[in-house]
C-alpha cells in the first residue's frame, strides 16, 4: 500500500528524534511491501525564521493533503521573548485546531524492564498501564478573551476557559470507546468544586455515561488527580480532562514509564476504533530541549513509538506497529539506553545509534 504522510521535524532535538522515526517507518516499508511517501514541511521556530510564521497555509495544506501527520517538537531559547508578536508554539496550537485534532491519547505503559531504573518505587508503578485523553482544541490554550492591556493601575492580562457542551462530548465519548475497548474504568479529572467549566464537564460526562453503562466512571479533582498519579498509579486506565490539566498531569504521569522520552501521543480527529483509519498527528510528549539539540543525546523511543501509533489508528496496519513496539521492547531488553533512561550495568547509546538498533531489529 502507499501512504502520503507529512513530516514536522520542527526545532531542538525534534530533526535528531524525527530522522530516527523515518529510519524506522522506512524499514517497516521495505519489510512490509508499504510505500511511504514523506513530504516535509516547517512549523514553529524554524518556520518563523524561514517563512516568518510559525505555521504557514502551505504547511496547513499538505497535512490536509495527507494520511498522517509525524512532528518532531517546537520551540527553544531564542524565540522565548515574552514581548515576541509570534511564538514557536503558536504554529503546533494552530495546527491542532485547523486540523481538528480534538482527542489527544497519550498512553503510559511501564515497561517491565525500567520498572527497577525510574525515580519511583517499583512496587508503585510495576503494571501501570493507563492512557490519558487530552481535550486539545479547547479550554485555557485557545478560549477569548486571550490578551494583555495597559491600566492604570499596571498591567494585567487574561486567559479564559471556556467550554461547550459540544466539545466536551465529543471528547469524553473517545474516553469511553478507548475504556470500553480496555479494562472499562473511565476516570474524568476536572475542578468542579471551583470552575464553572468544571461543573459543565461533569454534567455532560453523566450524561453521556448511561450510553456506555459496560464502563466504570469516576470523577476526580485534578488535584488530588496529582497526587494519586504517584501514590497509586495502577488505579488508572483511561483518564480523560481538560487541555491545559491535560498537559500537566502527562509530564508528571511520564515520569512513571522513567522518562518523557518514552512517551508516544496521537492527536486524532475522530473517535479511535479497531479496523477504521483516523486521521491524525503524532509526536512524542516531550518538548524540544535546546540544550540536548546537536549531540546525538535526545531519547527517540518516544518519537518511534509515535510511529507505531500511527501505523495503527491513522494507516490501519496493527501488525507493523507491533512490530516496532515489540523491537523498542527487545532492545532495551538487551540493555540499550539513551541518557536519560540510563542505569548501572546498562550500555549508554546516543540517539541515532538507538534508532538504528531499533530499526535492525524492525528489519528481522
Ligand atoms: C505538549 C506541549 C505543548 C502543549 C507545547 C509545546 C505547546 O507541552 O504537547 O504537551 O502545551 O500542548
Ligand atoms: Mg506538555
Known sequence: ???????????????????????????????????????????????????GTALSDNTVRMCQDADAVLLGAVGGPKWDDPLAKVHPEDGLLALRKELGLFANLRPV?????????TNLKPEV?????????????????????????????????????????????????????????????????????????????????????PQYPEVELDHMLVDACSMRLIQNPTYFDVLVTENMFGDILTDEASMLA??????????????PREGVKTFGMYEPIHGSAPRRAGLNMANPIAIILSVA????????????????????????????????????????????????????KVGG
Open 1 to 51: 500500500m502507499q501512504f502520503e504522510l507529512v513530516v514536522l521535524p520542527g526545532d531542538g532535538v525534534g530533526p535528531e528524534v524525527a530522522t530516527e522515526g523515518v529510519k524506522v517507518l522506512e524499514v517497516v516499508g521495505k519489510r512490509f511491501g508499504h510505500r511511504f511517501k514523506l513530504h516535509y514541511g516547517l512549523v514553529g521556530g524554524i518556520a518563523i525564521d524561514k517563512e
Open 125 to 209: 508503578i510495576r503494571g501501570v498501564d493507563l492512557v490519558f485523553v487530552r481535550e486539545l482544541t479547547g479550554g485555557l490554550y485557545f478560549a477569548r478573551p486571550k490578551r494583555r492591556w495597559q491600566t492604570s493601575r499596571g498591567r494585567r492580562a487574561t486567559d479564559s476557559m471556556t467550554y461547550s457542551e459540544h466539545e466536551i462530548e465529543r471528547i469524553v465519548r473517545v474516553g469511553f470507546e478507548l475504556a470500553r475497548s480496555r479494562r472499562q474504568k473511565l476516570t474524568s479529572v476536572d475542578k468542579a468544586n471551583v470552575l464553572e467549566s468544571s461543573r459543565l464537564w461533569r454534567q455532560v460526562t453523566m450524561e453521556v455515561a
Open 309 to 360: 501509533t500511527m501505523l495503527r489508528y491513522s494507516l490501519g496496519l496493527p501488525a507493523e506497529a507491533q512490530a516496532i513496539e515489540a523491537a523498542v521492547d527487545d532492545v532495551l531488553q538487551e540493555g540499550y539506553r539513551t541518557y536519560d533512561i540510563m542505569d548501572e550495568g546498562k550500555t549508554k547509546v546516543g540517539t541515532k545509534e538507538m534508532g538504528d538498533l531499533i530499526a535492525k
Open 109 to 117: 505503559k511501564v515497561s517491565p524492564v525500567l520498572v527497577d531504573s
Open 258 to 271: 522513567g522518562s518523557m522520552g518514552m512517551l508516544p501521543s496521537a492527536s486524532l480527529a475522530g473517535v
